[in-house]
């Protein structure tokens, strides 16, 4: 399930990933909000929490995210932050070896640490 994170600041957007995630969840939670970051104008600070409970992405999932990074209109100067909240080993492994792939400053906090990935977004 992919459902948004309510009550950021207003510079900040966010997602919470927990279970599995299908393409059709990724294309009717996630490509929506990224449009509407491009829309609005500004950076694209976005925090994105992978509970305890998730379980995996689709293969198609991560295809949508793929044509995304690679379609039309993508200002990549326009990602100015994304922080990974997740106590998940793999989630900091992932960003040690790929995060030079991600647009714009990425850092990774423990579940613990959401408040301060938070006010590291909005700053």
Request: hydrophobic share 45%; charged share 25%.
């Amino acid at each position: 399930m992919i459902e948004r994170v309510r009550d950021l600041p207003d510079n900040v957007d966010g997602l919470r990933f927990s279970g599995h995630i299908s393409r059709e969840e990724y294309k009717e939670v996630v490509l929506p909000l990224l449009h509407e970051c491009l829309a609005r104008g500004g950076g694209i600070r976005l925090l994105i929490v992978i509970d305890g409970e998730f379980d995996r992405f689709e293969a198609g999932a991560l295809w949508e995210d793929l044509k995304f990074g690679l379609g039309p209109g993508l200002e990549l100067s326009r990602w100015e932050r994304m922080a990974l909240v997740s106590d998940a080993g793999w989630v900091h492994h992932a960003i040690s070896i790929f995060g030079w792939l991600v647009p714009g400053d990425v850092k990774v906090y423990p579940l613990a640490e959401q408040d301060d990935a938070v006010t590291w977004l909005a700053a």
